[in-house]
């Protein structure tokens, strides 16, 4: 089992030239060794750190002081599960500049342990805020002390939870029969929790529907064409599609440069 710990130290803000001001660094440790050494001090999304106690998916914990984690070489997030009592962590090995086949450390962790390790580590950068009074700064960029005094580690009603799920998508023109030549059909997918959807069309080859439509049929022609005959389709070998379908979901772009 690993161990997790958090801890804060508070130093003046020289940067700032305002000998009132304090900022407050952090330091996360996995068995008393840190993932990355390249900086003096760790650069953490604290509430993605404490959605990961009861999260499953992808969790951008380590990031930049600027709050964009690509900026200081972190390409991948971690990836956390919760199995019984375990929170899970799959992290890229180096964290810092990783590169396409570079290997996974994987850790486990005792989430009662995991949840105080974060909470004590709160609760001691919310007193040195409190003592202060003054300004304190904490970030990564935009991230407040104001914010950090909001953090709890109290289980929320609702867990984080993006790990990929299955899409819905459903034929909403077609099959038809375009130019006398192909048979083909337009996909509508309903993205969840977005609001919003997108729609291709496909062609069938013979065998299967495909998107990579050759030449390219556009989706007002498919629009413009008459439902194919079902006897035409019969002996194409077109299935009866279940409406609506299930879409594979490629597999998780946990790398962030696939999603930029
Ligand atoms: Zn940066």
């Known amino acids: 089992m690993n161990i997790l710990k958090l801890t804060f130290c508070s130093i003046p803000d020289h940067d700032m030239g305002k000998a009132n001001t304090l900022v407050l660094s952090m330091l996360l440790t996995v068995d ?9 001090f760790d650069m953490l999304h604290l509430d993605e750190l404490v959605g990961s106690i009861y999260g499953y998916g992808p969790f951008e914990i380590y990031t930049c002081g600027c709050g964009t984690a690509q900026c200081a070489g972190i390409w991948e997030d971690i990836t956390v599960d919760q199995v019984g009592d375990n929170v ?9 500049t990783f590169i396409e086949g570079s290997t996974y450390d994987h850790f486990v962790f005792d989430r009662q342990q995991y949840r105080q390790a974060i909470h004590d580590g709160l609760d001691e ?6 003592q202060h009074g003054g ?39 077609g099959p038809v029969f375009v130019e006398n030549r192909y048979i083909a059909r337009v996909v509508k997918e309903e993205i969840a929790g977005r609001g919003s ?8 080859t013979g065998i299967h529907w495909t998107r990579e439509t050759i030449p390219s049929i556009p989706m007002d ?31 998780l772009a946990n790398n962030r440069s696939g999603i930029l």
Request: hydrophobic share 40%; proline share 12%; aromatic share 8%.
């Open 135 to 173: 300004s304190c700064r904490v970030g990564p960029y935009g991230f407040t002390a104001g914010q950090l005094l909001q953090l709890t580690t109290i289980e929320p009603d609702a867990v984080i939870d993006r790990r990929p799920q299955p899409r819905h998508a459903h034929v909403c023109h």
């Open 32 to 40: 008393s060794q840190r993932l990355s050494d390249k900086e003096e």
């Open 125 to 130: 950068a919310k007193s040195m805020i409190l």
């Open 221 to 251: 022609t498919v629009y413009a064409s008459k439902l194919a005959p079902v006897e035409l389709l019969a002996e194409a070998g077109v299935p009866e599609e279940p409406f609506p379908f299930d879409y594979e979901l490629p597999p």
């Open 197 to 204: 959807s997108h729609m291709w069309v496909e062609a069938w």
């Open 88 to 96: 899970l962590w799959n992290v890229p090995n180096p964290l810092i």
